[in-house]
């Protein structure tokens, strides 16, 4: 009876998004848990680089020689470091850098890409910084069109 609950969640493509924080690197955990129970499946990684949202800062970030190429090798790394170092070479994988609106970036994706699951990590922000600021995971919770696995805070390795 337990094996056929299991195999309900038929997830091949497992959408994990990282901030590189240490909750997205607990989330890791479960994402490659996913995609190692299930054999063909893919695992995409995303990080969405937020957009600058004035236009001051806009002409400041895009004007700095070299800025571009220097932040893709930083994220290049820190994703090799991360993720990419601990993933047995059967899996399938697929690392994906945007630019643009954290949550509406991951939301666009993955409808995109028609994502079976997402997998966040839940950062444990007090009310009043998730009343004032919002929260990225709260709205893709909200909008998604897939499931949604967070992982709070709380979850260890």
């Known amino acids: 009876m337990l094996e056929k ?3 309900v969640c038929k997830a091949q493509k497992i959408l994990f998004c990282t901030d590189f924080s240490e909750n997205a690197d607990i989330a890791f955990q ?11 499946s893919l695992l995409i990684i995303l990080h969405v ?10 002409t400041y970030v ?15 790394e820190r994703i090799q470091q991360s993720y ?8 399938m994988v697929q690392v994906e850098v945007k630019i643009g609106r954290d949550y509406q970036t991951i939301l666009d994706f993955a409808n995109e890409i028609v994502a079976d699951i997402i997998v966040m990590g839940r950062r ?3 009310t009043w910084e998730r009343h004032f600021f919002g929260s990225v995971v709260e ?4 909008r998604a069109e897939c499931p949604v696995l967070v992982v709070p805070r709380s979850e260890r390795k």
């Open 30 to 40: 479960h994402a490659l848990d996913m995609v190692l129970r299930r054999p063909n």
């Open 124 to 126: 444990g922000h007090s």
């Open 62 to 76: 895009y004007e700095m020689e070299g800025i571009d190429e220097k932040a893709k090798r930083d994220i290049d």
């Open 84 to 91: 990419l170092s601990i993933i047995p070479p059967e899996v």
């Open 139 to 142: 709205r893709v919770v909200r």
């Open 5 to 7: 609950r299991m195999n």
């Open 49 to 58: 680089i937020p957009e600058p949202e004035a236009e001051f800062w806009k």
